[in-house]
């Protein structure tokens, strides 16, 4: 509806058990981590649908997804389905590929991963294995249409991937 409060949550990014991991510059330690991930998390809050770059090397560190390994080791909330989404996969390290695959193969109860990426053909390999695929359109084919009518697509595709089960990548 994009008016109530969980509505509000999800387009702030703000709703309990969303964990967004991005591609972050170099940085020294977690808090450093974190303040990067923030500044992230405001601009896609300015523009959600706008591809956000960075004139310097990106990544998705090991030290975050050691972070994201630990905090899903803990008892989620009642009654609250924790979403992972990884944005721009194919920057995660190999050492973070590692320690995150038998997480991303076999998640804890009430949990959701989502990996997203623009370019898959440069995914590690053990990231390229077939999962379950909703159709989800890529950011360009979005281009110009209303945040309502984005909302629209990607519910149209969650729910086309929940009728098919065997779909895969």
Not at 19 to 27: A, D, M, Q, R
Not at 62 to 75: D, G, N, Y
Not at 76 to 101: C, I, N
């Amino acid at each position: 509806c994009g008016s109530c409060v969980n509505c509000r949550n999800i387009f702030g990014l703000n709703f309990p058990g969303l964990h967004l991991i991005v591609p972050i510059p170099t940085h020294k330690n977690l808090g450093e981590a974190i303040d990067l991930t923030n500044d992230f998390l405001d601009q896609k809050r300015q523009e959600p649908y706008k591809r956000l770059t960075s004139a310097t090397n990106l990544s998705i560190p090991i030290l975050l997804a050691r972070e994201v390994k630990t905090m899903l080791s803990r008892k989620g909330t009642a009654g609250v389905t924790r979403v992972v989404l990884f944005y721009q996969m194919e920057k995660m390290l190999p050492s973070s590929a590692d320690a995150l695959l038998k997480l991303i193969e076999e998640p804890p109860p009430d949990t959701v991963i989502v990996l997203t990426a623009e370019r898959p053909e440069e995914l590690d390999p053990r990231g390229r294995r077939p999962r379950r695929r909703p159709g989800v359109p890529a950011p360009r084919e979005l281009e110009g249409e209303t945040g309502h009518e984005v909302a629209e697509r990607l519910q149209e595709a969650a729910l086309a991937a929940a009728r098919d089960p065997r779909a895969e990548a």
